[in-house]
Nanobody, 119 residues
Framework: QVQLVESGGGSVQAGGSLRLSCAAS????????MGWFRQAPGKEREFVAR????????YYADSIKGRFTISRDNAKNTVYLQMNSLKPEDTAVYYC????????????WGQGTQVTVSS
């Protein structure tokens, strides 16, 4: 069993920044890909970014590329999402998730943290 706990959400004006954190516990953090997803009101959950266990491979959704950066600290079992130049359309509940490297399915999810960007 894995527990993922997100933090760092909040309200910010357009153009501002936030850094989300996701702390993992309950299982070894090794050989796992970590990812961030988001769900806006009335919309389906969408992929935001992912990072491999080594940190060597990252992948971003086109909508946030160049503004968001995913990183991880394996010593702390924590993954981060630095969000800059925030836009009102970034408003959503942000979730972190984990899956084994190379596997297609995300098997554990956090409870989410709200990000609200006002214009």
């Amino acid at each position: 069993q894995v527990q993922l706990v997100e933090s760092g959400g909040g309200s910010v004006q357009a153009g501002g920044s936030l850094r989300l954190s996701c702390a993992a516990s309950g299982r070894t953090f090794s050989s796992t890909t970590m990812g961030w997803f988001r769900q806006a009101p009335g919309k389906e959950r969408e992929f935001v970014a992912r990072i491999s266990w080594s940190g060597s491979y990252t992948y971003y959704a086109d909508s946030i590329k160049g503004r968001f950066t995913i990183s991880r600290d394996n010593a702390k079992n924590t993954v981060y999402l630095q969000m800059n130049s925030l836009k009102p359309e970034d408003t959503a509940v942000y979730y972190c998730a984990t899956k084994p490297d190379g596997r297609p399915l995300w098997d554990y999810w956090g409870q989410g943290t709200q990000v609200t960007v006002s214009s």
